[in-house]
């Protein structure tokens, strides 16, 4: 028998949901919450759906922490989102409430053409993309909806689409990269036509603005089953289109993740490292191919990138050609240029130029003893 409630929901949560409950109304755990907490998993999100509309719901917010004390919300009223954060076991974790919603066709943004709010999670969950995380829990009595079979599918260790498996996937790539999260985390496996779909529309994963890529595959190389989501990378040949900077190098990828067996260890920083192959230069590309934040950029470069690397982007030679005269100061400029290049995570000899004629230029405007 599942347990589909998480054991250690935040008091704060609980008493918005008899709030809501007042009302006539009930919110539901959804998503990955259920399906983790049914598998026994521990607690990563927090995601919530119920009829309340956006502005019903920031209103039951109010005076939840105490008099004067405001909980900050983030609303998209467009798709019916509110986002706020709890503090759960000394961890601030992110709260998502979905108003139940049907949606049109999606747009080239990845976004559907319109948005319907219903007051039904039945008719909420078609839109939702595999069926175990169509799971609804009431977190204050334990009361489960499955509207999709989301509960057979878990039993027999699978995951399937909802609908049509390609039309849903051609929706949104990011469920492409999603499901093979759910692979790696749950150990679930997709069934045929999902796999099939899965392999489909593989290439569509390369129409996803870096952001959107990196936000996920950060998510996967970030947790205790990264090796298992690297390897489902390669098998379904996703990585090609979510990383294409390593096509060339899945040799190396792949050894990289045998010998680091079931966890790509370390911490975050030396897994991005590994899931590149072991090889901080190309991990420093992917990253920024991926527009990923400067701050990992630079803690790869600081703590894989030796001056050997560095030196081979720039040289005294690149001022001489920017006009720096030879002299005692060429040093000083060629260290400075190097210190940026980590700084900024640049691992491309056109961008190390870049570098260098801005020093260059810094240094005509500060004068000639500015670098000394």
Not at 20 to 30: D, E, F, I, N
Not at 192 to 217: D, I, K, M, N, Y
Not at 296 to 315: F, I, K, M, Q, T
Request: glycine share 8%; aromatic share 6%; with cysteine.
């Amino acid at each position: 028998m599942f347990d589909p409630v998480p054991h250690e929901l935040p008091v704060e949560l609980l008493t918005f949901c008899e709030r809501v409950r007042a009302r006539g109304a009930r919110v539901w755990l959804v998503g990955g919450t259920v399906r983790d907490a049914c598998l026994g998993l521990p607690l990563r999100d927090l995601d919530l759906a119920s009829a309340c509309r956006p502005v019903e719901l920031v209103a039951l917010l109010e005076g939840l922490r105490g008099p004067g004390r405001a909980v900050p919300v983030a609303v998209d009223l467009e798709l019916g989102t509110c986002s706020w954060r709890v503090a759960c076991d000394g961890v601030e974790r992110d709260v998502v409430h979905t108003t139940f919603r049907v949606e049109s066709e999606y747009g080239v943004d990845r976004r559907p053409h319109a948005v319907a709010f219903v007051d039904d999670a039945e008719l909420d969950a078609p839109r939702r993309d595999f069926t175990v995380n169509a799971l609804y829990a009431d977190p204050l009595d334990g009361t489960i909806l499955d509207p999709v079979g989301g509960l057979d599918d878990l039993a027999a260790g699978r995951f399937r689409a909802i609908g049509e498996p390609v039309l849903r996937l051609d929706e949104d790539p990011l469920r492409i990269l999603r499901a093979i999260r759910l692979e790696a985390r749950t150990a679930l496996r997709p069934m045929p036509a999902t796999a099939a779909a899965l392999a489909r529309c593989a290439p569509s994963v390369a129409q996803l603005v870096p952001q959107r890529r990196f936000a996920e595959l950060d998510d996967l190389v970030d947790g205790r089953f990264a090796v298992a989501g690297a390897a489902r990378l390669l098998d379904t040949a996703v990585l090609a289109f979510a990383m294409p900077w390593l096509g060339p190098h899945f040799d190396t990828v792949r050894r990289a993740l045998d010998a680091a067996n079931a966890s790509l260890g370390g911490d975050h920083v030396a897994r991005w490292r590994t899931l590149c192959g072991g090889e901080a230069a190309l991990a420093l590309e992917v990253l920024a191919g991926l527009e990923a934040p400067r701050a990992l950029r630079r803690a790869v470069a600081a703590r894989y990138v030796r001056g050997p690397l560095r030196a081979e982007l720039v040289s005294g030679r690149d001022f001489l050609a920017f006009g720096v005269a030879p002299g005692p100061e060429l040093g000083a400029l060629v260290r400075e240029a190097q210190r940026r290049i980590a700084e900024r995570g640049v691992v491309d000899r056109d961008a190390a130029c870049v570098i260098v004629a801005e020093l260059a230029a810094e240094r005509v405007k500060r004068g000639p003893d500015a670098a000394r």
